[in-house]
């Protein structure tokens, strides 16, 4: 989207949003570490749900889903499927029984589950490295709003999108930002159902529920101006589909952000029930992002307007502007779009702030670190994996918001989600085992990267967004071999999954 003039009105919404939101958050500051990161108020399983969807709903999936719907069609129906299979996956086979360890943190659970500290250490960098990825495709969000909102370039925006994310997370504390995501949350959710509904409404369809009622649209594209892009694998393989699906799947199961709310639930029961609301709340953003694409599509087409892959991102404000809504409707979706990122951003970079703070920094830098160490300490990495995560976004490699998200994905499947899975449900699994298997899933990520240009294979077999897809089993595969090969963990290790894990009563 070229630069233009500023959003007065949008951008007046947008403040209104911020301030909000930061003096909700000014009345709960914490100044203790045990609080950075994954601490907060208990506010029922709906809040817990509210809390799960508002960390989960990214600027990948505000603004991003419905860009690689708009770009690629079908193919973006794998994120859909792998985002919420993969909340499924974590109902069904995991977010009980993490509860049961009681841990804070996913380096948290590896350590005492593998009874290793080099396992710890090495979970603890794959956290914050996927930390850093997954927030280069929120400030390239947040700058790609900010640009509209203030008429200005893609840097200069970059700039001063970081600048309200670190400044926002510093002012208002840390259990402020835990409450303010389920705020965030209805914040957005209105914001992003509100437009689709008066575009609904406007073009004759079934606007009440906007969701069931584009569908005319998809006829009026293939009927009228040829469009097949719809189609299932009109321009994508299967094995591309279901290798992006898997890895989405095994990714969200992986996320040590995501992973960590359940550390914090009073009982198994609400951590079962949280889970079920946020995909819920997840749901209702979903089933709206096809529709903003079609409708961009079909305004397009309507207007003559060539197509530009390169605006797929925004395509969710092109949709409104082309539209004809009025800008007080644009500048509520501007402001639900910056509060999706935030909430991400921020859940993001406290999750690498306390992997640092609780797992690296007492035990390998400053071991006698008081409580005040490592609240200085966790603060200060945030600005760094803040100033890292901004250096990334000023080149993105051509790469979509999408599309980054689901590198980070690919890291997560690869690395966390495997260690997690046989370290709750095969008891045999041990810290060499681990060790490797997270130094394999690095390797396997990697490579479609640095080795994909020069040996097509491996960019075949292993996309970088999609490479858990084969990955993941080969992980689980290397883990297996080389505990076996290994000594078993400890009785007391052993005995604690079959107790407390496995035949655990419920809470």
Not at 328 to 333: A, D, N, P, Q, S
Not at 475 to 489: H, K, R
Request: hydrophobic share 55%; net charge positive; glycine share 10%.
């Amino acid at each position: 989207m070229e630069p233009g003039s500023v959003q007065y009105l949008p951008l007046s919404i947008v403040a209104a949003l911020f301030a909000f939101l930061f003096f909700s958050g000014l009345g709960a500051r914490t100044r203790q570490a045990s609080e950075y990161g994954f601490g907060g108020s208990y506010s029922g399983r709906i809040g817990i749900g509210a809390a799960i969807a508002s960390n989960w709903m990214s600027a990948a999936s505000f603004l991003g889903l419905a860009g690689m719907f708009y770009l690629k069609g079908y193919l973006a129906m794998a994120f859909v499927v792998g985002w919420t299979g993969g909340y499924v996956l974590l109902l069904v086979l995991m977010a009980t029984q993490i509860r049961r360890f009681g841990k804070y943190t996913a380096p948290d659970f590896v350590a005492f589950r593998y009874e290793s500290e080099a396992a710890r250490t090495l979970a603890a960098i794959i956290a914050i490295a996927i930390a850093a990825i997954y927030s280069v495709a929120q400030f390239r969000g947040i700058a790609l709003l900010v640009s509209w909102l203030f008429g200005i370039a893609y840097t200069p925006a970059l700039i001063i999108g970081a600048s309200l994310v670190v400044g926002f997370v510093v002012i208002s504390g840390t259990l402020g930002v835990a409450r303010n995501q389920k705020l965030q949350y209805f914040v957005l959710i209105i914001a992003f159902i509100l437009p689709l509904m008066l575009l609904t409404r406007k073009l004759g369809y079934f606007w009440l529920l906007p969701q069931f009622g584009y569908g005319t649209a998809i006829s009026e594209l293939k009927q009228q101006f040829g469009f097949v892009w719809p189609q299932p694998f009109a321009g994508e393989s299967p094995f591309a589909w279901f290798a992006l699906c898997f890895t989405l799947m095994f990714g969200t199961a992986g996320l040590p952000h995501v992973l960590s709310r359940f550390y914090m639930v009073p009982g198994i029961r609400d951590a079962r029930w949280g889970v079920a609301w946020g995909l819920f709340f997840i749901a209702l953003i979903y089933w709206s992002a096809p529709a903003y694409a079609v409708l961009a599509r079909l305004f397009e087409a309507r207007g003559s307007v060539p197509f530009d892959p390169a605006s797929a991102d925004t395509v969710v404000l092109s949709a409104a502007l082309h539209g004809g809504l009025p800008v007080w409707v644009t500048g509520l979706l501007v402001a639900g779009g910056m509060s999706a990122a935030f909430s991400t951003v921020t859940g993001l970079m406290l999750t690498g702030a306390a992997s640092f703070s609780y797992d690296i920094y007492p035990r390998l830098i400053r071991p006698n670190a008081s409580e005040n160490d490592k609240v200085y300490a966790a603060k200060g990495f945030f600005l760094v994996l803040s100033a890292v995560s901004l250096a990334l976004a000023f080149r993105p490699g051509g790469m979509m918001i999408a599309e980054i998200a689901a590198l980070a994905f690919a890291l997560a499947g690869n690395t966390i989600f495997p260690v997690f899975l046989l370290g709750i449900w095969w008891g045999r699994a041990n810290a060499a085992g681990a060790i490797a298997g997270m130094l394999a899933g690095v390797i396997i990520t990697v490579a479609p990267l640095v080795a994909g240009g020069s040996i097509p294979l491996i960019a075949s077999l292993l996309p970088y967004t999609s490479s858990a897809f084969l990955g993941a089993p080969l992980v689980i595969a290397i883990m297996i071999a080389v505990s076996l090969m290994t000594s078993p963990p400890s009785v007391e290790i052993r005995t604690f999954l079959n107790r407390h894990v496995h035949d655990g009563a419920e809470e």
